[in-house]
């Protein structure tokens, strides 16, 4: 089975796959597989724009999990959407010295459920468990991951409304 791993920037993926792995899941970082599918570098935003259809094209479906903010591009079997309260993940954004321009995009991706719905277009809803990381510790999500992937946890998405922060400065 093939579980992806999602979220705006920010959310945790990275602190989760890492507690994932360390817990003995087999743990594919996204990024380490997108450089041949790289078209441009976006130098203001400081991001690199992927061939997403080639690349989820020509991914290797494999048992584990796949970690990386395009992972609900790719061929899952289930896909977890972690999320963040956007105020919150303004403060964890910050520290990584991005342009006020892209903490302020991934802000507002953040609150208008952007990741979400994009998984939504690629895969059934009774395949993705949304996570609201805001408060919980990195071992209470991965227990929550671990429980979904194990069948005990049902579906969960969409109750999860951040509109309420779209005004504060996004």
Same mark, same amino acid.
């Given at each position: 089975?093939?579980? @992806?791993?999602?979220?705006?920037?920010?959310? @945790? !993926?990275?602190?989760?796959? $890492?507690?994932?792995?360390? *817990?003995? /899941?087999?743990?594919? /970082?996204?990024?380490? =597989?997108?450089?041949?599918?790289?078209?441009?570098?976006? %130098?203001?935003?400081?991001?690199?724009? &992927?061939?997403?259809? +080639?690349? $989820? $094209?020509?991914?290797?479906? #494999?048992? @584990?999990? &796949?970690?990386?903010?395009?992972?609900?591009?790719?061929?899952?079997?289930?896909? &977890? &959407? #972690?999320?963040? +309260?956007?105020?919150?993940? *303004?403060?964890?954004?910050?520290?990584?010295?991005?342009?006020?321009? !892209?903490? %302020?995009?991934?802000?507002?991706?953040?609150?208008?459920?952007?990741?979400?719905?994009?998984?939504?277009?690629?895969?059934?809803?009774?395949?993705?468990?949304?996570?609201?990381? =805001?408060?919980?510790?990195?071992?209470?999500?991965?227990?929550?991951?671990?429980?979904?992937?194990?069948?005990? #946890?049902?579906?969960?998405?969409?109750?999860?409304?951040?509109?309420?922060? #779209?005004?504060?400065?996004?």
């Amino acid at each position: 089975m093939m579980v @992806g791993i999602t979220g705006t920037p920010g959310t @945790g !993926k990275t602190s989760v796959a $890492a507690e994932l792995e360390r *817990r003995g /899941h087999r743990v594919v /970082h996204l990024t380490d =597989t997108v450089r041949p599918y790289i078209i441009e570098e976006d %130098r203001c935003r400081q991001t690199l724009v &992927v061939d997403i259809d +080639r690349w $989820a $094209a020509e991914f290797e479906p #494999l048992d @584990g999990i &796949v970690e990386g903010h395009l992972a609900h591009y790719l061929p899952c079997d289930r896909v &977890v &959407v #972690l999320r963040c +309260r956007p105020d919150v993940l *303004r403060q964890r954004l910050a520290p990584r010295n991005y342009p006020s321009e !892209k903490i %302020r995009e991934n802000v507002e991706a953040e609150a208008l459920d952007v990741i979400l719905v994009e998984t939504l277009e690629e895969h059934p809803g009774e395949h993705i468990f949304e996570v609201d990381t =805001t408060a919980l510790s990195v071992g209470e999500c991965v227990d929550l991951i671990e429980q979904f992937i194990r069948g005990e #946890l049902p579906s969960s998405y969409g109750s999860i409304d951040w509109t309420d922060y #779209l005004d504060l400065n996004t």
